[in-house]
């Protein structure tokens, strides 16, 4: 079951073990959308990123960096936006990379025996351009089922 709040989901509201997901590209590309907020709340995640594609190793769709930002909390970057939008392509989400991102973190999870809830903005409807439509039932089919997930939207 997905929960929807009015909120910022870098300050969790809840107890217990939390796991933050976003959207990142595959251009090194940091700066603009829900990036911002994570960076100005913790280094690390924007740390991480930068320092991979400085030494070369550009991460590939599909591919998830889960980055303990807290004791209780981690943010897991995952790589399911190809690029970055112009005028003439608005859709730089790739569905099927999302997919895998949230099914590795499932799995993940499921090995750890987590009960972690999952936190998150609409990711991929902001600069990925993705419809939410078809972003939730991904979600639904991938995580929403055995964890606690919430969205949040500002206000």
């Not at 709340?41 to 769709?61: I, N, V």
């Not at 909390?73 to 939008?85: C, E, F, H, K, Y």
């Not at 990379?97 to 499932?106: F, I, N, S, W």
Request: with cysteine.
């Amino acid at each position: 079951m997905i929960r929807y709040v009015i909120g910022d989901a870098t300050r969790p509201v809840c107890s217990g073990y939390k796991v933050i997901v976003h959207v990142v590209n595959t251009k090194g590309a940091w700066g603009k959308g829900f990036v911002l907020a994570l960076s100005k709340r913790w280094s690390k995640p924007e740390a991480f990123y930068r320092h991979m594609f400085a030494q070369g190793k550009k991460p590939q769709l599909g591919d998830i960096h889960v980055l303990v930002v807290e004791p209780d909390t981690v943010v897991v970057n995952m790589v399911a936006q190809d690029g970055l939008p112009t005028r003439g392509k608005r859709l730089v989400l790739n569905y099927q990379a999302l997919q895998t991102c949230l099914e590795k973190l499932r799995n993940r999870l499921t090995a750890a025996e987590s009960t972690a809830s999952i936190h998150m903005p609409r990711i991929g409807c902001g600069l990925g351009g993705a419809d939410w439509r078809v972003i939730e039932p991904i979600i639904q089919k991938t995580i929403a089922d055995k964890f606690e997930v919430t969205v949040y939207d500002l206000l």
